[in-house]
């Protein structure tokens, strides 16, 4: 199993430009989430998803979007990216439940100058 | 207010000693899970432990163990004979509701750890 996978390891975009992350997991977990890691903090959620299909809102959503068509894929679309969107976003999966941890893929450093 | 606080933004253990995280948690749930994660250099989040609040033993996995005091809301990490490889930033997590009937994962800032030898 390759766990979860992220594309790409780093980025640099300009204000204003465009993006996709891209996620993925061969472990057939139902729930699969998106977060952002600012320098000397923990990890915040930006959405979440339950299954192909259902997404919601995490903690900080706003200047992203996601969608989940399939079980396996995850992607995360930034949409005239801002400064403040410079971070390491990281996805996880896992089965969901409570009891479950989270896998999480390697990260994606992007900044946004 | 904070919901996860790690007080030592860094800490220093000499090799082969035993070192304490601290973690303090704030929640109304009865049921909710704590969960440590390492994070080395190289970024990626490692799951180490996990705890339920009904768990009545304190997690232990290998080196690590997790000294739980419900009343007062603690779920501290101990290493054991520390490694080398030891050197990382830990992370406090706790399991919570969200969006009504699933569940997140809130971080605290982290600890960094470094192992003298």
């Known amino acids: 199993n390759a766990g979860v996978t992220q594309t790409p390891k780093f980025r640099i975009l300009k204000i204003g430009q465009s993006m996709t992350l891209q996620c993925a997991q061969d472990m057939n977990h139902n729930y699969m989430y998106w977060y952002r890691q600012d320098p000397g903090m923990g990890l915040k959620l930006i959405y979440y998803s339950v299954g192909a299909g259902i997404t919601d809102k995490g903690e900080v959503p706003n200047g992203y979007n996601v969608s989940r068509s399939t079980t396996e894929d995850f992607p995360l679309r930034l949409e005239l990216a801002a400064p403040s969107q410079t971070s390491v976003y990281f996805c996880?999966?896992?089965?969901?439940?409570?009891?479950?941890?989270?896998?999480f893929g390697p990260g994606t450093r992007l900044t946004v100058l | 207010a904070q919901k996860i606080t790690q007080t030592q933004p860094g800490m220093f253990v000499q090799e082969k000693e035993a070192v304490t995280l601290d973690c303090t948690y704030d929640?109304?749930?009865?049921?909710?899970?704590l969960f440590w994660y390492k994070q080395p250099s190289s970024g990626e989040m490692i799951f180490l432990i996990y705890?339920?609040?009904?768990?009545?033993q304190n997690a232990t996995e290998g080196r690590y163990s997790l000294n739980f005091q419900k009343a007062r809301k603690s779920a501290n990490l101990v290493i054991s004979a520390s490694q080398l490889g030891d050197s990382a930033m830990y992370f406090c997590a706790m399991r919570e509701v969200w969006g009504g009937s699933n569940y997140k994962l809130t971080f605290g800032k982290g600890t960094l750890l470094t192992v003298n030898p």
């Open positions: 929640t109304s749930d009865q049921s909710y899970g």
């Open positions: 705890q339920g609040s009904y768990d009545e």
């Open positions: 996880a999966s896992n089965w969901g439940g409570s009891y479950n941890e989270q896998f």
